[in-house]
C-alpha cells in the first residue's frame, strides 16, 4: 500500500476536481477516478479606518474622533474584541510605544463584509500637528486572516489654540503693600533713565531693573562679587583656618591679613567681640513663599531704613500710614546701609484668623522655634585668658513697627502678657563646623528669656513715627570660665513677632556684668558702633551662594556652601542648598515694600508677555479695584485692532498690550477690598452682567466690550491678598441669592462667590491667585471652586510659569448653554424641604434628562418635570430627615439631552 497526499492552494470559492489515478505494470494498465472538492476555510479579518476629524481643532476641547472597524473575512466576529486610538505614538507599527488616548470594547457580532462606527472624545493640549493611528484587538483574541492589517493608516491633523480673551482682577488695596519678606532689599526708581534703550517702550516694566537692589556690601560695587568682597565681611570671614580673600570669585585679593590681635575691639579699655547680626553662621529655615502662611515664621535679613519708594507721595496713601516710613533707627552694619535681623512676620489678625506666631520658652527648647545661630572663639593671643569671666549683650527691638497686637486674650498666651521676647542658649564645639542638634540648649548660660524690650508703656501702639530711637542694648548673660580650646555657638530662638537682632558683643568689661546696665548699652562704650571684628563670621556669612549676597550662581559646586576651613561641602542642612544655578538677586528677600502687590504685577506681567499669549489670536484687560476706587482697561488687542484701528504686532507682545502693561505699572495700593466689585466689573468687560450701558461695539468707549462669544476660551484671573470687605448687597447679589459662607455670612464674602458663580455659567473659568499674610485660603478655593477654577496661595516667581500653563490650558470646553439653579444656597432645618428652581440655556436640545449625585444619605429628591423642554423649568425639591448631619452638603445636577451634557451645583446648608 501506499498513501498519496494533495495540498490544496488557498481559495476563496468551492471548486470541485477530478483526479485520474493510473496504475501499470507487467503489461497491465488500470485507471480509477477521484472526486476532489476543496472549499475555503472561514476566518474573520479586521480593518481599520479613522475618519475624518473636524475642520476646526483646538488644543483642550473635546473633539469627537471616530473609527470605523469592518471584517472583511468569511466569518463572523461574535467574542469581544478592542480597538485603541493613539496620539502621536513612537512608532506606527505593532507593538505601539504610546498609551491610548481612547480604548473601546467592541462586544457587537461583525458579520462578514458588516463595519461598526466607534465615537470618542478627544483632547490634545498641544498646538501643532499631531498624528494618530488605530489598532484593532490588540490581545490577538479573534482569530484572522492576517493581523497586519490591524492597524490603521496615519490620520495627521493641525490642532491651534482657542483664541483667549483674558482679563485680569487686580486686587490694589491697602493691605497689599508693606509685607514683603524683607524691607529695604530693593527701592523703586521713578522709571527707566532716558540713556536706557527700552525707555519709551517699556517704561517701569522690567522688574527688578526698574530700581535699585540692595544685597549686603552694598556700598563696595555694582557687582555680585564685589559685594561679597566687602572689606568688612572679608575681615569677619577671616578665620585662623581660613584667608577668606583666597576665594573671592574675580574680587580682589589680599583685602585682609589676619592678626589674632584683631580678634578683640579694646576701644573701650575692654575686650570685645563684635557679631553683625545679618552675618549669621545658619539660619535653617530657607524663606520660601510658603512661609508667608498661618502659623508660619522665619528669621530674615531686614534693610528696614531709608525710603522704600521714590516715586508715591503720602497723599497717595492718604496720608496714613506716611507712603516712606522709617520703622526703626538706623541698624549697625557693614556697609554703612542699616541691616538687620527680624522675626517675620509680626502677629496680624483677619477676620479671626491670627497669621504670625508667638513662641513660647519650651517650643525654643524642643527646637520648633525658627533660630538663628553665631560662633566665635576666644584666643589667648589676643588678650583673653582660660577661665576668665565675658558678657553677652545684644541690640534689640520689641517690633518693626507694623500691625502689632499681641492677643493676651488667646489661652495659649496666658500669662505672658504683652511680652516682646525672644530665647537663647549657648553650646560649645570642637569647630565652627560641626552640626549640633536644635534642641542641644545645655551650657554655660543655660536657656534665658530675653529681658522684655517694653520702656514705653504703650509700646505696642505707639505711630510708626515714634519708633525712630526704639533700639536697645540686653544683657543676656555671663560665661563665668571661658575656654580657649572650644568655639561657642549662640542660638537665638524666636519668640514674639517682629522681634529684631541687630548686633551681639561679648565683652569682658567689668561694667557690663549685669542688666543693671542703661539700656543705651553705655557699659559697651564705642563697642556699640565699631565694625565687627575679625572672625566672627563663619559658614553662611562667608558663603558666596547666602542669598543676601543676590550673586549669579553659575557653578554651585564650586561656588556654594563654603567652610571656614576652605573646603567645599555638600550640607543639606544649610538655607543655602543652592543646587542649579540661580540668579539670587531675584530672590524673593528682594521684592520691593509693596509687596504683596508687586508679586501681583509680576504675576500679571506673566499671563500678558507669556509667549503663548499672541496678540494676533489673544485679547487681554485689566481691572483694578479698591474702595478708593475702580478702573479698567478693556479687552486688546485683536477684536480692538479691528474696530479702533489699533496695530497688534505679532513679533512684540510688550508693545500690542502696552496699554495694559501700563495700567499695571501704575498701579498703587490704597482703600478697602470689594473683592465683589473688581469681580463684577470683570464680568463687565466680558459684557456680561446684564447692565444695560455695556454695550459690544468695541468702539474705545469705557463701557463698550470687546470680548468675544463664540469659540474663545475666557478666563477671569483674581489676584487678591484674600480679605475681603467694604461691599453692599446689590446689583443681582442678594442675601438670597448669593451662596452662603459660614465664617462670615455677610456680602463682602457672599457676593464674590455669585459672581464667581455666573462666570463659571457664561464659560468663564475663574482662578485665583492669593498673595500675603492674611489670606483666607479657604474662602479662595470656595471661590475658585464656585468658578470652576483652580486656587493658587503664596507662589514664588519660579513656580508663576507652572502656575500660568494651567491657566492657559482650557478646563471648560466653550459651550453656549448652561444650567441654571436658583437659589444657589438654602438654609434647610433636618426633617424639612428645600425647593430650588432648575432651567436651562437655549442651546440644549429636547428632550433633557436632570440626574442628581452626590445626594447625602437622609435626604430624597423630586423634579416635578423630567425629562423637559430646553424653553421649560423643573422645580427640585429636596425633603431631608431629622438625622440629616448639619452642616453643608454639595449636591451635583446633571442634564444631558443625549448629544451634550452639562453640570451645575446646588447646596443644601442643613441647619437647626
Known amino acids: 500500500q501506499t498513501r498519496l497526499s494533495l495540498t490544496a492552494a488557498l481559495t476563496s470559492s468551492t471548486n470541485t476536481h477530478r483526479l485520474d489515478l493510473q496504475a501499470a505494470g507487467g503489461g497491465l494498465s488500470r485507471t480509477v477516478s477521484i472526486s476532489l472538492t476543496v472549499v475555503p476555510r472561514l476566518y474573520a479579518d479586521l480593518t481599520l479606518q479613522i475618519l475624518p476629524l473636524p475642520a476646526a481643532l483646538y488644543i483642550g ?61 478627544l483632547q490634545v493640549y498641544a498646538t501643532g500637528v499631531h498624528t494618530f493611528y488605530a489598532r484593532a484587538d490588540a490581545a490577538n483574541l479573534i482569530a484572522e486572516t492576517s493581523i497586519t492589517n490591524n492597524l490603521s493608516n496615519p490620520l495627521t491633523a493641525a490642532f491651534t489654540a482657542y483664541p483667549r480673551d483674558v482679563v485680569i482682577v487686580q486686587d490694589r488695596s491697602g493691605s497689599m503693600e508693606f509685607g514683603p ?93 563684635i557679631i553683625e547680626a545679618e552675618l549669621y553662621g545658619l539660619n535653617p529655615a530657607p524663606v520660601t513663599g510658603s512661609l508667608q502662611e498661618p502659623g508660619h515664621s522665619y528669621w530674615a535679613m531686614q534693610r528696614g531704613e531709608g525710603n522704600y519708594s521714590s516715586e508715591c507721595t503720602t497723599g497717595d496713601l492718604g496720608g496714613s500710614p506716611p507712603c516712606r516710613p522709617n520703622f526703626e533707627s538706623q541698624g549697625v552694619s557693614i556697609d554703612g ?112 528669656t530675653v529681658q522684655n524690650v517694653t520702656q514705653a508703656p504703650d509700646v505696642n501702639r505707639t ?40 548686633r551681639i558683643i561679648i565683652t569682658d568689661s567689668p561694667a557690663a556684668n549685669s542688666n543693671n546696665s542703661a539700656q543705651n548699652g553705655a557699659a559697651l562704650g564705642s563697642a556699640r558702633t565699631a565694625s565687627a571684628t575679625v572672625s566672627s563670621a563663619y559658614r553662611a556669612a562667608c558663603d558666596y551662594c547666602n542669598r543676601v549676597y543676590a550673586a549669579n550662581i553659575i557653578t554651585p559646586a564650586v561656588q556654594c556652601t563654603f567652610h571656614a576651613d576652605g573646603s567645599y561641602l ?28 508687586r508679586s501681583a504685577k509680576e504675576a500679571d506681567k506673566g499671563v500678558i508677555l507669556n509667549k503663548e499669549m499672541s496678540p494676533q489670536r489673544d485679547q487681554v484687560g485689566l481691572v483694578y479695584y479698591s474702595s478708593a476706587g475702580l478702573q479698567k482697561t478693556n479687552l486688546s488687542c485683536k477684536r480692538a485692532a479691528q474696530t479702533q484701528g489699533i496695530p497688534c504686532d505679532p513679533d512684540d507682545n510688550a508693545a500690542a498690550y502696552s496699554n495694559v502693561l501700563n495700567a499695571v505699572e501704575s498701579l498703587r495700593a490704597q482703600g478697602g477690598t470689594p ?36 469659540n474663545v476660551q475666557r478666563a477671569l484671573i483674581l489676584m487678591t491678598d484674600g480679605m475681603p470687605n467694604s461691599t453692599a448687597w446689590g446689583y443681582g447679589c442678594t442675601s438670597s441669592t448669593a451662596p452662603l459662607w459660614p465664617d462670615n455670612n455677610n456680602a463682602s464674602n ?18 485665583v491667585l492669593g498673595q500675603g499674610f492674611g489670606l483666607d485660603t479657604n474662602w479662595l478655593r470656595e471661590l475658585a471652586w464656585y468658578g470652576k477654577g483652580v486656587a493658587y496661595v503664596n507662589v514664588s516667581p519660579d513656580e508663576l510659569d507652572r502656575l500660568f500653563a494651567t491657566i492657559r490650558t482650557p478646563r471648560n470646553p466653550v459651550y453656549d448653554f448652561s444650567v441654571n439653579v436658583a437659589p444657589l444656597t438654602q438654609n434647610v432645618a433636618p426633617g424639612n424641604t428645600g425647593v430650588y428652581t432648575i432651567a436651562l440655556g437655549p442651546a440644549f436640545t429636547s428632550p433633557v434628562t436632570l440626574t442628581l449625585s452626590s445626594v447625602p444619605p437622609g435626604v430624597s429628591s423630586n423634579f416635578s418635570l423630567n425629562p423637559l423642554p430646553s424653553t421649560a423649568q423643573s422645580a427640585l425639591t429636596l425633603t431631608t430627615a431629622s438625622t440629616l448631619t448639619q452642616r453643608y452638603h454639595f449636591i451635583t445636577i446633571t442634564a444631558d439631552d443625549g448629544v ?11 441647619i437647626p
Open 61 to 121: 476641547n473635546p473633539t469627537e474622533a471616530r473609527v470605523q472597524v469592518q471584517n472583511t473575512g468569511n466569518l463572523s466576529v461574535t467574542q469581544p474584541f478592542s480597538v485603541d486610538f493613539y496620539t502621536d505614538p513612537i512608532t506606527g507599527s505593532p507593538p505601539l510605544s504610546a498609551a491610548a488616548a481612547i480604548s473601546w470594547r467592541v462586544d457587537k457580532t461583525l458579520s462578514p463584509g458588516q463595519s461598526a462606527t466607534l465615537t470618542g472624545n
Open 181 to 273: 519678606i524683607s524691607y529695604g532689599m530693593w527701592e523703586r526708581k521713578d522709571r527707566l533713565a532716558l540713556s536706557d534703550p527700552d525707555y519709551n517702550a517699556h517704561p517701569g516694566w522690567n522688574y527688578p531693573a526698574n530700581g535699585v537692589i540692595y544685597p549686603l556690601g552694598y556700598d563696595t560695587g555694582a557687582s555680585s562679587a564685589d559685594h561679597f568682597a566687602n572689606t568688612n565681611r572679608v575681615r569677619a570671614c577671616t578665620t585662623l583656618y581660613h584667608d577668606a580673600d583666597q576665594y573671592l570669585p574675580g574680587g580682589p585679593q589680599n583685602i585682609y591679613t589676619f592678626t589674632l590681635s584683631d580678634t578683640v575691639y579694646t576701644g573701650n579699655g575692654a575686650r570685645n567681640i
Open 337 to 448: 546701609k542699616g541691616a538687620h535681623i527680624a522675626h517675620h512676620p509680626t502677629i496680624t489678625a483677619y477676620d479671626g484668623t491670627t497669621y504670625g506666631h508667638f513662641y513660647t520658652l519650651s517650643e525654643a527648647q524642643s527646637g520648633s522655634a525658627p533660630r538663628l545661630e553665631y560662633d566665635f572663639k576666644f584666643y589667648n593671643s589676643a588678650g583673653w585668658t582660660q577661665n576668665s569671666e565675658a558678657h553677652i549683650w545684644v541690640r534689640v527691638h520689641a517690633n518693626r513697627g507694623l500691625d502689632y497686637d499681641y492677643p493676651s486674650a488667646n489661652p495659649r498666651f496666658a500669662g505672658l502678657g504683652e511680652q516682646n521676647v525672644a530665647y537663647w542658649g549657648l553650646v560649645r564645639a570642637n569647630s565652627p563646623n560641626v552640626p549640633l542638634p536644635a534642641n542641644v540648649l545645655p551650657g554655660d548660660a543655660g536657656v534665658n
Open 463 to 502: 505711630p510708626i513715627s515714634t519708633w525712630s530711637n526704639n533700639w536697645h542694648w540686653v544683657y543676656l548673660g555671663s560665661i563665668s570660665q571661658i575656654d580657649l580650646d572650644t568655639y561657642y555657638r549662640l542660638y537665638f530662638y524666636a519668640g514674639s513677632p517682629g522681634y529684631s537682632l541687630d
Open 570 to 597: 555638600d550640607a543639606p542642612d544649610f538655607e543655602l542648598g543652592v543646587t542649579s544655578a540661580a540668579n539670587n538677586a531675584l530672590h524673593l528677600i528682594f521684592d520691593e515694600w509693596e509687596m504683596p502687590l
Open 675 to 710: 473683592t465683589a466689585y473688581g469681580l463684577r466689573e470683570g464680568l463687565e468687560v466680558f459684557g456680561l452682567n446684564g447692565d444695560s450701558a455695556i454695550d459690544m461695539n468695541c468702539d474705545g468707549a469705557y463701557n463698550s466690550s470687546c470680548a468675544r462669544s463664540a
Open 750 to 767: 457672599r457676593c464674590p462667590l455669585y459672581y464667581a458663580y455666573q462666570a463659571a455659567q457664561n464659560g468663564i473659568s475663574v482662578y
Open 900 to 910: 451634550h451634557s452639562r453640570e451645575s451645583y446646588l447646596v443644601l446648608n442643613a
